[in-house]
């Protein structure tokens, strides 16, 4: 590799981060004067053997439910007592009906939280999630001030090591979809899954859940959605509103969550978007890999690293650490560690290269199509 080769996707990588991911906003705090009911919103909370999740999510709605907030908890043939847990909490539980042919099935849980209830504002949370005490009313006013389909992509707690590696993906996810680009402002591909906010004239107009019920991301297919409609759609960050923790319970639930995330989300991005992140991980690839090589060539009778090596690590490292606070809590040894999540981060693009071409992959017992409706 020439010192030109090395150079360019270095520097146009790491600058293009900085465009990608410049600012990411947030719900902004309530006015003073602001009026905190919620009795016009119901929470729907698709859930999957979630039954180690929902205590801390339901829990986290209990100031939403003294403001008037009716929770809404959709049983999608869970095996591990997720209605059990939904009923002592004391919210509504219904159970999702047989899956039928063509809907994938957060979708089809969707579809039936939101049939059972008539609040006009209905806000969509994964069963992860957690919010602060005035974390929904502060999203939900949001929603009313924007209009249209506003998303929220909660901020990421790890504790457990193997949950660091979900770094990059949190940063490439915001990346793509164009909410935290330096101006001008550009076009949000797609939306925030975890948390989702619409009324429900504009819901049921567009058709609901049902208008995608095929999409293994509906996120990214409801935003396409409201866009197509002419209706605004906005992403956020979540830092102080809501946050999450992604795949706690191990390696094979991280390797499976994002192939699918990868495999079902291939071509959303736009392609101009999708060449500077690429940029981005091939500088990264080239920063996290050059200077342990050379280390390696002078421990075994070569010579020293050079000062490209040196620079490239150090630039890209220090631009982890600010990046990495924008979208979540990763400890303070993830950035100097980027190598090794660089090759987790093409290990499992890679495989979900694979279950694309094959057109399905696995999630949470399901198979699933990669290429539904």
């Known amino acids: 590799m020439t010192f030109i080769t090395r150079v360019v996707p270095l520097v146009v990588g790491w600058f293009g981060a900085w465009w990608l991911l410049w600012r990411l906003p947030v719900p902004r705090p309530l006015a003073p004067d602001a009026d905190p009911a919620l009795g016009d919103v119901a929470v729907v909370v698709p859930a999957r053997d979630e039954a180690a999740n929902l205590p801390f999510l339901l829990a986290s709605l209990g100031a939403a439910r003294d403001a008037g907030a009716v929770v809404v908890v959709v049983d999608d043939h869970s095996t591990d007592g997720t209605a059990e847990v939904a009923r002592d909490a004391g919210v509504s539980v219904i159970a999702a009906p047989a899956l039928p042919e063509g809907w994938a099935g957060k979708p089809h849980a969707c579809a039936h939280g939101a049939a059972a209830t008539d609040r006009p504002t209905l806000v969509f949370l994964d069963a992860d999630t957690t919010l602060e005490p005035d974390g929904l009313a502060r999203i939900v006013a949001e929603q009313r001030t924007r209009g249209g389909l506003l998303s929220v992509q909660p901020y990421h707690r790890t504790e457990l090591p193997h949950e660091r590696l979900a770094a990059l993906f949190n940063l490439v996810g915001v990346m793509g979809v164009g909410c935290a680009t330096a101006p001008p402002r550009v076009r949000i591909a797609g939306a925030f899954g975890p948390c989702l906010v619409t009324s429900r004239a504009d819901y049921e107009a567009l058709g609901g859940h049902g ?143 694979v279950h694309s071409v094959r057109g399905r992959t696995t999630w949470r017992g399901r198979s699933i199509a990669t290429r539904g409706a």
């Open 211 to 353: 208008a995608v019920r095929g999409a293994v991301l509906e996120d990214i297919a409801l935003g396409e959605l409201y866009r197509r409609s002419g209706l605004p759609v906005g992403a956020l960050g979540g830092r102080g509103a809501i946050s999450f923790r992604m795949y706690p319970q191990g390696m094979r639930q991280l390797v499976e969550g994002f192939t699918k995330n990868f495999a079902g989300g291939a071509g959303a991005i736009p392609a101009w978007r999708t060449f500077l992140v690429f940029l981005w991980i091939t500088g990264l690839l080239v920063a996290g890999w050059m200077l342990p090589i050379q280390a390696l060539g002078w421990w075994m009778g070569g010579t020293t690293p050079g000062a490209l090596a040196y620079a490239a690590y150090l630039a890209y490292a220090l631009q982890l650490v600010v990046l990495l606070r924008r979208v979540g809590r990763f400890g303070p040894w993830t950035p100097w560690t980027f190598p090794l999540l660089v090759v987790g981060f093409l290990g499992i693009f890679v495989r979900s290269l």
